[in-house]
């Protein structure tokens, strides 16, 4: 092996240890990234016009996604991972009608993605090392995918909302509190399953 290679071969060991360590902390990590996108959505956050209330839109958050008894901590961690590349998805939408800060929008967006990044890599890194990745099958589904499942068409009511309303500054407003609404609710759960 010539000298390069054992230097891209040590980095690499090194990045995937710095990880490792970094990933050993990862419930720490969520909640506090959890509190640090619920306060970047408030910020963007304008006052609701009254004409907007007309539209109001009940989603049906699926909560019972989380009151499943026998969630483990990779089960939270994939939960929080679909949540925040949905959000990521809805905001990538015609947001030019929204009368928000498009400055702290993209920052939004930008921190939003990094941190789903990272936790992807720390979730690959558990597959990699976990010897029993299997989970059990109800169905031939397992409960995470039918959670997962359940997630996505969560947003997809909110994406179809946004779309039959042609995007309006009303229909993002009330996105918005939704999109809070549902990181509330996961801040929540953290809360009480990690005392």
Excluded at 163 to 174: A, G
Aim: aromatic share 12%; hydrophobic share 35%; proline share 1%.
């Amino acid at each position: 092996m010539t000298q390069c290679s054992w230097l891209l071969l040590l980095v690499g060991l090194s990045m995937t240890h710095i990880l490792s360590q970094h990933c050993d902390s990862l419930n720490f990590y969520l909640h506090k990234i959890t509190l640090q996108t619920l306060m970047q959505l408030r910020e963007m956050r304008t006052r609701i016009p009254v004409e907007c209330f007309t539209e109001i839109k009940a989603f049906e958050l699926p909560k019972e996604i989380l009151l499943d008894t026998q969630l483990v901590e990779r089960d939270i961690q994939t939960i929080f991972y679909e949540i925040s590349m949905q959000v990521i998805n809805v905001f990538d939408q015609n947001t030019f009608n929204s009368a928000w800060d498009k400055k702290l929008l993209s920052q939004f967006q930008m921190e939003l993605y990094e941190k789903a990044e990272y936790l992807k890599e720390c979730l690959e890194e558990e597959n990699s090392t976990s010897e029993d990745t299997r989970e059990k099958r109800e169905g031939g589904m397992s409960s995470l995918q039918l959670r997962n499942l359940e997630l996505r068409r969560y947003f997809n009511r909110i994406l179809k909302f946004l779309k039959d309303k042609k995007y309006s500054r009303c229909t993002w407003e009330i996105v918005l509190v939704e999109i809070i609404r549902c990181f509330l609710y996961l801040e929540q759960f953290q809360r009480q399953y990690y005392k």
